[in-house]
């Protein structure tokens, strides 16, 4: 490693702590709070103070988060909404009020690190005001940057995550592409920002999907880091020998930014995680899977001597793991609400992980999971365990609703009239909701995080509840 290199690492994960401590790991945690059953950043610092974590990345600026975290040795990412981007890049001053508001007013006793702009832009490009908030996304960037440099912080790192949907090709890795289109527009301009600033390009990287996506073509054990010491993949073009998905993807990335003149910028990974529990169409989705992939990631992240990626031996890569907590109110597959390291409600393990990488011991096996592929056969989709009835009553009146007629059976003296609760009537509306709209919409068995699939037929006497054959 250059000098100068060795320097910036230092500046940057050895900067010492306040009781004179120096933090060796890169690897922190996502903060999301997309849930309503989330216990309160008061009880959530003390969790990660508990757990010795040092790097915490949140989805906003959270005034009471950041207040909590000041005087702590957590590094903190903090990061400007979407919304906020237009504003931010057509002006200095909304600019500087922002950094103002939501950086100075706590740094530093507050060890901000990242200010990271916008999420995932780059994936949202339905309408005019996506297409304006990429053309606005570098110029936001550099106004931030500005505004820091004015207050002489040097300390603070720019970037925005992206997700792998930017790229085009990224097999075999060398010839891994961006997407070409209006994305070079963005792109280039952002290279040359990260890499005057020396910042990274953070990306959302999971195997997990691109596994799931194709199970019988990439090895589980390859997408877990489980596949052994030896060679599992040699890019042809290169002659470098990979062992887990996860470099192969990094490594995309990377020959894409070489392709674009940019060779030298760093990568840090904004979100990776594995989900513990999912529906039942999703492969791999539990509890074995998500601890292996997430010790295992942490291993390699937290090694003595960094063991970075193929085409960059060595390289320090900063990785926050996708998720502190489960988080009920994202929509979309079962995945979605069970990416958490701890229950959202108490702040107890989903599974033994050490994110610190000190221990390495984690005792007692877990089960081997069954669900490694796909589920086949009949499913319904029923009330979640722990769901509010307030809740369930709305949720139900709502998807009878939308289709009609399909609630005729839960009429009085109809078949599934009885028994009189809300669970069994809302049972019986998500299952035909989820039945009637599956291949019309790709309806989810979501209903605001009330509803979980299950394979149990939920019918009683007379009253046959609809289901859908995955
Ligand atoms: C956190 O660090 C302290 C002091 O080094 C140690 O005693 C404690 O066991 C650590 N906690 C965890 C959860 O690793
Ligand atoms: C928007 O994204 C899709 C794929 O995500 C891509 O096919 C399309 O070309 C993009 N449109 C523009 C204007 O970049
Ligand atoms: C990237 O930054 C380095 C160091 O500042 C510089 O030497 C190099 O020319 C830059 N690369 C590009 C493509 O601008
Ligand atoms: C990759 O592995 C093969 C077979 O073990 C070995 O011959 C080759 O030298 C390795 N390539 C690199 C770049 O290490
Ligand atoms: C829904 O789609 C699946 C396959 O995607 C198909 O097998 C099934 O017949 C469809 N069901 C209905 C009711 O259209």
């Not at 390291?341 to 877990?366: C, S």
């Not at 028994?419 to 599956?438: E, I, K, N, Q």
């Not at 605001?448 to 995955?470: F, M, Q, R, W, Y």
Request: hydrophobic share 35%.
């Amino acid at each position: 490693m250059p000098l100068r290199g060795l320097l910036l690492f230092f500046v940057l994960f050895y900067s010492s702590t306040g009781s004179g401590t120096p933090t060796t790991t890169v690897v922190g945690v996502n903060y999301g709070r997309r849930g309503n059953n989330i216990q309160s950043p008061y009880h959530t610092i003390r969790l990660l103070k508990n757990l010795n974590v040092s790097y915490v990345k949140i989805y906003d600026a959270d005034s009471e988060t950041l207040t909590l975290l000041s005087k702590t040795n957590i590094h903190v990412s903090v990061m400007v909404p979407n919304q906020l981007i237009s504003n931010i890049a057509s002006s200095q001053s909304v600019a500087n009020q922002w950094v103002r508001e939501n950086v100075l007013a706590y740094y530093p006793d507050t060890r901000i690190r990242f200010i990271l702009v916008g999420n995932e832009v780059l994936s949202f490009n339905a309408t005019s005001s996506d297409i304006r908030i990429w053309r606005d996304l570098v110029p936001a960037m550099q106004k931030i940057k500005k505004s820091l440099a004015a207050k002489n912080i040097r300390n603070i790192k720019i970037g925005t995550p992206l997700a792998m949907d930017i790229m085009e090709s990224t097999f075999p890795p060398s010839n891994g592409k961006f997407r070409a289109n209006s994305l070079t527009d963005v792109l280039l301009p952002m290279l040359h920002f990260l890499n005057s600033t020396k910042s990274y390009f953070f990306l959302d990287v999971y195997p997990y999907y691109a596994w799931a996506a194709n199970p019988s073509g990439v090895g589980l054990d390859y997408a877990l880091f489980e596949g052994g010491n030896g060679s599992l993949y040699t890019d042809p073009a290169t002659g470098l020998n990979y062992t887990n998905l996860l470099d192969q993807m990094l490594d995309s990335v990377v020959y894409a930014m070489s392709t674009l003149g940019y060779k030298d910028v760093k990568l840090a990974i904004a979100e990776t995680g594995w989900p513990h529990s999912g529906g039942l169409e999703e492969p791999g989705a539990n509890m074995y899977n998500a601890a292996t992939y997430n010790r295992n990631l942490v291993k390699k992240m937290t090694a003595q001597s960094p063991k970075g990626t193929p085409a960059r031996p060595g390289a320090v890569i900063p990785t926050f793991i996708f998720s502190l907590y489960d988080e009920n109110r994202k929509s979309g597959p079962g995945t979605e609400r069970h990416w958490g390291l701890f229950h959202p409600t108490n702040g107890n393990p989903i599974y033994d992980l050490d994110i610190t990488g000190v221990r390495t011991d984690y005792g007692r096996a877990l089960t081997r999971p069954t669900n490694n592929g796909a589920y086949k056969g009949k499913a319904w989709c029923v009330v979640a365990r722990g769901a509010s009835e307030a809740e369930l009553g709305s949720a139900l009146e709502s998807a009878c609703r939308q289709v009609e007629g399909m609630c005729e059976a839960l009429r009085p003296g109809r078949e599934c009239y009885e028994p009189l609760s809300v669970t069994s009537h809302a049972d019986y509306a998500f299952s035909s909701y989820w039945a009637r709209m599956r291949n019309v919409t790709s309806a989810n068995c979501y209903f605001n995080g009330l509803a979980v699939e299950t394979t149990t037929d939920p019918s009683h006497g007379s009253c046959k509840v609809p289901s859908v054959t995955l």
